[in-house]
Structures are given as structure tokens and as C-alpha cells.
């Protein structure tokens, strides 16, 4: 069942969604060579605290899961495309970092992922992540009254698809509200005008996930949760939870 939020509870999902902001904000700038994954979800971690908020990530065990994830922060380097789970690993120059956070606050959730690299880029990343970016706003884009789901997959994939990127099938965006996954789900790929009607007062996670060697298989490791290409090449991961309005998107993660 697809939950449409009042314009109230909406100013309140951006609350929570400015915490995300800040703390990926804040998990970026602290992020460079030499520094570890479980001092990035040491960072974001902060955020939260100072907030008041609360982490929808720590402790979420959906049925693929093994364990419950055990940090507030996914942090997913290189050939992990999303779902990393933040270890001892220190970053290395070049690297490809996607980190993806959620908060609560007020009861309401917000969920945002970014990609970067940390010290020297390859030209080929920077390409990878520029095209992801250019991906989600595509996506937000055609969130607008009047599409469709499909509308909005069908803008990301053709993104991704032009630009020769490789899509793993099965995960993409959510409804988002109360709950951080909600329906309706928001493919990554899709045909245009099929699917849900969008509406004044749905809130999506829009969210692509690109893989550069072109090809769509992942596995997950032995952790789990992290998702790896199949190919070894690298991917880049970008997220915003958007509201549809009468008066367009709004992105309630904005940064
Ligand atoms: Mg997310
Ligand atoms: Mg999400």
C-alpha cells in the first residue's frame, strides 16, 4: 500500500532528512587516505546523536540478511556497490567510496547515498560517478504528477544504459516514510508510462546504482550484505528521498 504523506508530515521528513545531509556531509569531509570505514561510521554516527535521531540502518535484518547490519553507515569501496559493511579498512589513494545513511527523527525517516573518490581520481571513475549523478536527476526529474513509476526508471536506466553502465537487477528505490522501505518499489529500469500513477504527496528514495564494466551481475561477500560486481570493476551508488508535489520534486535530503 502506497502511504500518501500530508504537506506537514512532509516539512517533517525534511527534518530528517537534513540530518542525512549533514551526516554524509560530514562522513565525506572527514573521509581520505589512511582513514577507516569505521571512523566514517563514527562520524555519521555523531550526526545523529546531536540530532536526537536515530539509525533505521543498525540492527535492520530484512530476509537476505544473515545478521543484523551492525553500523548506521553502508560504506561500499570500489567493486562493493552498496550494502558495505564499515570494517578496519583504511582508504587508499584512488578509491571509490559510495556511502549510503539513513536517520530517524520524529518518526520519520530520510535516505540518501553519495560516491566520490578519495585522493588522486581515475578519470574513468570520475566519469562513473558523474554519469550516476546525472542518473538520479533524470530520476527526480520525471518525479513529477502525471508520470509514472516506469517514467522515472525508464530516465535512469536510459542514463545508465547509454553511457554503457551495467545495472544489478533487483534493488533500487522505495517508498520512504514512517518505515524505510515502503512501497511502491522504483526500479532502476523500466518502460515509460507503465506503472503507478505518481501523486501530490508521495515520497521516494530514488536511488541508481552503476557498474562500470558494463555487464549487471553482483554477489554478495561472505559478510553477507556488501554486494560486489561479478566483473570486478568498480561502481558508484546515488541517493535522494524526493517528495512529489503539485509544485515539483522536492529533495528532502538536499545537501
Ligand atoms: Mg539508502
Ligand atoms: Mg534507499
Redesign the pocket.
Known sequence: MVELKTDTSIDAMHEAGQVVARALTAARDAAGVGVSLLELDEVAHDVLREAGATSPFLGYRPSFAPVPFPAVLCASVNDAIVHGVPTAYRLRDGDLVSL???AELGGWVG???ISFVVGRPRPADLRLIETAERALAAGIGAAVVGNRIGDIAHAIGSVCRTAGYGIPEGFGGHGVGRHMHEDPGVPNEGRPGRGLPLRHGMVL?I?PMLIAGGADGYHAAPDGWTLRTDDGSRAAHV?HTVAITDSGPRILTAR
Open positions: 549510503d545513511f539513513g535516505d540518501s547515498a528514495a536511488e541517493e
